[in-house]
Structures are given as C-alpha cells and as structure tokens.
C-alpha cells in the first residue's frame, strides 16, 4: 500500500510541473516586471510595450534582445544580431549555424523561404552574402512548438549592411 502512495505521489508530481520556457527563462504573459527580474540587469530602452536589452547573447552570437508586450502580458521578443563582418559572407555563413541551432532544438524548419529579387549570384553559394547585401536575396525560416513560432530572417541593403533576426511569437489564441 506505501508503494502504491508513493509512486502516486510521484506519477502526480510530475504530471504538475510547470511546463517548458518559451524563450530565455521567460513564458508568454510574464508581466514586464516579471521579465525584468527575470534578465536581471535593467534595460537599455523601454516603451509602453516593450523592453530593449542590449549586450545580450543567442548561443555564442552577440545580440540585443527587444521583448514585445500586450496589456503587459509579454507576446513576443526578437534577437537582432549586432555583429558587423567585414565580409558579407560571413553573416550568410552565420545564417547558417543559426538555421543548425534552431534546427537542433526545435526540429527541422517548418518553411525555408528564398526571395531572389535579382538572380545575378543565384548558382553562386559563394556570394549568397554578397546577394543580400545588395538585396538580391533575402532569407527566412520558420519553426514551431506547441505555443511558439519561430522566424529567423536575413536581408540587407547596400548603404545600411545585413539585418539578421530572430523572433519568438506568442501563438495567436494561446494562452498564458
């Protein structure tokens, strides 16, 4: 009979934990005070609706980190990457071990989007990083869980350099 208790102990223990972060250490509809007792540090910029955090980082890539907010419930954060290569092609090489990150932990994208605006470098994986610059080609792909979807994007124009991010979108309808 002890046996029986504490196993049913156990079984409902476990079947009552809290469920997994949807991003960070962080859950959808944490209050702005809860996300920034969470990051520890206070941010850099806010808003009514959002908190800016700068020097952060995604794995081993420097980032800011923007968290997004509906009736103070968060809803939705984007990294934005701010590293600044001297070659393009190594923020297209780093598009690519984003895409192997997010691929390890969320399973393989659910779309991989190639928007090719001027085919000039098309045949060329060489110069994929030259493309976006030049905005010729602009990338994204596109992850979910049960509660999240997941947009990494790159693009870039001549004058203002590549744009890399991450965003982490509260699905539409879930709860807290």
């Known amino acids: 009979m002890l046996f029986m208790l504490v196993g049913l102990f156990f079984h409902f223990i476990g079947t009552c934990q809290q469920p997994e ?26 808003t009514d609706s959002t908190l800016l955090y700068r020097q952060r980082w995604f794995y081993n890539f420097p980032a800011s980190v923007k968290f997004a907010f509906v009736k103070d419930q968060l809803a939705g954060a984007l990294y934005i990457f701010t590293d600044r290569h001297i070659r393009a092609q190594q923020h297209w090489d780093d598009y690519q ?15 991989d989007y190639w928007t090719w605006n001027v085919p000039l470098y098309k045949e060329r994986p060489d110069h994929y990083g030259d493309a976006v610059l030049l905005s010729h080609l602009s990338r994204s792909s596109v992850w979910e869980t049960a509660r999240t979807v997941i947009t990494l994007e790159m693009s870039g124009k001549p004058l203002e350099g590549i744009y890399t991010v991450i965003s982490y979108a509260k699905k539409p309808g879930e709860k807290k």
Do not use: F, H, I
Request: net charge positive.
């Open 97 to 111: 071990s984003l895409v192997k990150l997010l691929s390890e932990r969320y399973g393989p994208p659910s779309g």
């Open 21 to 46: 972060n949807d991003l960070r250490s962080l859950r959808w509809g944490m209050s702005r005070k809860e996300v920034q007792a969470t990051e520890q540090s206070s941010p850099y910029q806010t």
